[in-house]
């Protein structure tokens, strides 16, 4: 494939050599995070399970960061070359992610749980820990409290997402630890190595200013489609609605509010590569917005794993009560989570008018 650079001479070998920068330092990055998770994940005697997780981090941080700008920028690159190494690189981010999301999302289930039943909260635990087990043997079995049956109920509840959460943390680690050592996974590596050195840009007019600004404008519009004047009601049960529903697969109404997540990280990385462009850097609102929608993903994400539970076979009459008030308390974490974004999108907005 033939690859064209631009001198930066002129403002489109400007704006193609800005980018072109951006990407050779997060294509290191991503190859620093590599070496350091080889060096961790068990190739080296020293390695510990907590140096591997943060290396894992970094690898997805920069494997999705290169992703964004090479949506955000495509105009400026080869759109053959960028088209076809950014479903690999979102695949790879994703692979990695599962691991984590399950150990994060148990922690968040048991605390819970925990809460609910007026016990103790569950004990802070370290990110290699959490890759592990996450035991339930201090909850609760108060018999002789009001609360007696919830308890019981809440105990093998946990019980019983312990063991699915558990199972499914372990197949995520073997699907990572088997796409990290896949020829995909090489594949990648080597166009992120190349990347690292040479980026592919091509001679078309461009205004990285107009770009970044097309990313806001796109956040923009999936934000208005929102309904973010019911958002803005606390205590609106909007978040229960198809609680009770008898399908299994209901049309999600999380959905829209997961693609403006992803539409508000892509509007970030982009200002990462544009910082003087439209808006400057990231503001306090907008750092306020993205982490009310990583709440609202947990929290969505941990109801769905309580409501799966929930239709297992045979279950004691408790524990199903249990998981229906834990998948009862995640819908109403959902519906925090978007009254919080609603305020700090209001905020945003009279930022920037």
């Known amino acids: ?19 072109a920068a951006h990407l050779r330092e997060q294509a290191t990055e991503f190859l620093r995070s590599l070496r350091q998770h080889r060096e961790s994940g068990g190739a080296a005697p020293g390695g510990t399970a907590e140096e591997a997780a943060d290396a894992a981090r970094a690898l997805r941080r920069s494997a999705r960061r290169i992703s964004g700008t090479l949506h955000t920028f495509r105009p400026l690159l080869d759109p053959e070359w960028s088209d076809a190494l950014r479903p690999e690189l979102a695949w790879l981010s994703g ?14 289930l048991l605390s819970a749980l925990h809460r609910l039943s007026g016990a103790h909260a569950v004990p802070a635990q370290a990110p290699a820990a959490l890759a592990g087990r996450v035991s339930t043997a201090q909850l609760p079995r108060n018999e002789n409290t009001a609360s007696g049956n919830l308890t019981v109920g809440a105990a093998k509840a946990g019980a019983l997402l312990e063991r699915q959460l558990t199972l499914a943390r372990t197949r ?19 166009n992120v190595a190349v990347l690292a050195s ?3 840009l091509r001679a078309a007019p461009a205004d990285l200013d107009a770009l970044a600004a097309t990313a806001e404008s796109r956040l923009a519009e999936a934000v208005a489609a929102l309904p973010l004047h019911r958002a803005g009601h606390p205590y609106n049960a909007e978040a229960l609605v198809q609680g009770l529903t008898a399908d299994t697969a209901p049309p999600s109404q999380d959905a829209p509010w997961h693609h403006v997540r992803l539409l508000l990280r892509l509007h970030r990385y982009a200002q990462e ?14 750092t306020e917005a993205a982490a009310a929608l990583d709440r609202h993903r947990d929290a969505a994400e941990a109801a769905a794993a309580a409501a799966h539970a929930a239709r297992t076979p045979r279950i004691a009459p408790a524990t199903a009560y249990a998981l ?6 995640q819908r109403h974490e959902v519906e925090a989570a978007r009254f919080a974004f609603q305020r700090a999108w209001l905020k945003e907005t009279v930022h920037t008018t």
């Open 95 to 108: 692979t990695l992610a599962q691991e984590h999301a399950y150990a994060g999302r148990l922690e968040r």
């Open 172 to 190: 995520a680690h073997s699907t990572a630890l088997q796409a990290l050592g896949s020829s995909r996974f090489h594949a990648v590596a080597d």
């Open 198 to 200: 040479e980026v592919p």
């Open 1 to 19: 494939m033939a690859q064209q650079h631009l001198e930066t001479t002129g403002a489109e070998g400007s704006a193609g050599e800005v980018v």
């Open 273 to 286: 590569v544009v910082p003087c462009g439209p808006g400057g850097g990231p503001t306090d609102a907008e």
């Open 324 to 329: 229906g008030v834990l998948h009862a308390d």
